[in-house]
């Protein structure tokens, strides 16, 4: 496991807030992740995790707060903005198409094109997109995967996520985000994404993993950040903090809110 990381943040939010009409859904967070880091960030439904994890992604626009990449004041006004910088996010779904093999889905949107015959025709070049595939596997220790010609419907939970986290890594990005990446896979297939997590360490990227599972988040993260009622409540090294703890920051139940908050 990485040591906290004391130098720049590679990605910092100060002070992000954001509303949906009169609901505050963010309220001056901050977050950061440094390169060569995983930051697991957790919270009940509602704490605000998903509109932090969009408006990092360019989903969602922040209505206060700045953000900083390498060290640098940054507006991420869309999903663009947010991929040219070297952020790239795998949600929840995955976004694969079941009837495509996984050269396919890896490429899709960014196929790698021969001329052809005339200037109005382009080819696909399959044989550099299979060989790029491959290579990137195999960087990726992803063995599990015996062909990439297998259809994305074929394969498993845990093979699926790592098509998805594989593709998002063809754009050399800086941070990565993963939405549940673990969510309904088995112990086997867990094992598997989680041991990808720690190779994207090992590459230098930085690493978030939105989960509710805490088993998960205390096995492969380094810091986890805590979100409550919009909130950041807790930023925990793993090393010093037990499950216990996160959950009591979780619920409230540190401050003595909970009950608090059930009786309003």
């Not at 969510?183 to 867990?190: C, P, Y």
Request: aromatic share 4%.
């Amino acid at each position: 496991m990485a040591t906290r990381q004391d130098g720049a943040p590679l990605l910092a939010l100060r002070g992000v807030s954001k509303s949906f009409g009169a609901v505050r859904a963010l309220t001056g967070v901050d977050f950061e992740v440094h390169a060569g880091e995983v930051v697991g960030l957790v919270g009940d439904n509602g704490a605000g995790k998903s509109t932090l994890v969009k408006i990092i992604s360019g989903s969602y626009r922040a209505d206060e707060g700045e953000i900083l990449f390498e060290g640098r004041s940054v507006e991420i006004n869309g999903p663009q903005d947010a991929s040219n910088l070297g952020i790239a996010t795998v949600y929840q779904d995955l976004a694969l198409c079941d009837n495509l093999d996984v050269v396919a889905n890896l490429f899709l949107g960014r196929e790698s094109l021969l001329d052809g015959p005339g200037r109005a025709v382009r080819w696909m070049d399959e044989p550099s997109m299979e060989r790029r595939s491959l290579e990137l596997l195999d960087s990726l220790s992803v063995t599990t995967i015996r062909s990439v010609r297998t259809p994305v419907a074929a394969l498993s939970g845990g093979q699926r996520q790592s098509v998805a986290i594989a593709r998002s890594l063809l754009g050399e990005p800086k941070v990565v985000l993963l939405d549940e990446p673990t969510a309904a896979l088995g112990v086997a297939q867990t094992r598997q994404v989680l041991a990808l997590i720690r190779r994207l360490r090992e590459r230098g990227l930085g690493v978030v993993v939105i989960s509710h599972n805490l088993a998960d988040v205390f096995e492969v993260t380094d810091r986890i950040v805590v979100l409550r009622l919009g909130r950041r409540v807790r930023d925990f090294d793993v090393r010093d903090a037990t499950q216990e703890e996160v959950v009591a920051a979780i619920t409230g139940a540190e401050f003595g809110t909970r009950e608090e908050e059930d009786a309003g």
